[in-house]
């Protein structure tokens, strides 16, 4: 199993930044791709972004250049840097760990194998 928590949610206004944190434990074999998605109300979940067992980042195109994903303590936290917020940017934003490549989950509505109870971020003035 994979355990993720996540923490650092919070509301801020338009153009303000937020870091979320995840801790991370458990198989390391099941959590190739690590990254963050994110479900607003009435919609599906998105990919927002993530990074691969060899270091290749991936981002959805509406955060790209605004968020940074990054990973420290062996891997077992991973962050997601979030600057010039926007209000579509607000939802509930899970870490999540996948079994495959980043560049399936990320940017699309697939179910990741693993996921955290999940952080709010309301991005409103």
């Known amino acids: 199993q994979v355990q993720l928590v996540e923490s650092g949610g919070d509301s801020v206004q338009p153009g303000g930044s937020l870091r979320l944190s995840c801790a991370v434990s458990?198989?390391?074999?099941?959590?190739?791709?690590m990254g963050w998605f994110r479900q607003a109300p009435g919609k599906q979940r998105e990919g927002v972004a993530g990074?691969?067992?060899?270091?290749?980042?991936t981002y959805v195109d509406s955060v790209k250049g605004r968020f940074t994903i990054s990973q420290a303590n062996a891997k077992n936290t991973l962050y997601l840097q979030m600057d010039s917020l926007k209000p579509e940017d607000t939802a509930m934003y899970y870490c999540a760990a996948d079994s495959g490549l980043c560049v399936v989950v990320v940017g699309s509505h697939f179910e990741w194998d693993h996921w955290g109870q999940g952080t709010q971020v309301t991005v409103s003035s």
């Open positions: 458990g198989d390391t074999y099941k959590r190739l791709c």
């Open positions: 990074i691969d067992s060899d270091g290749t980042i």
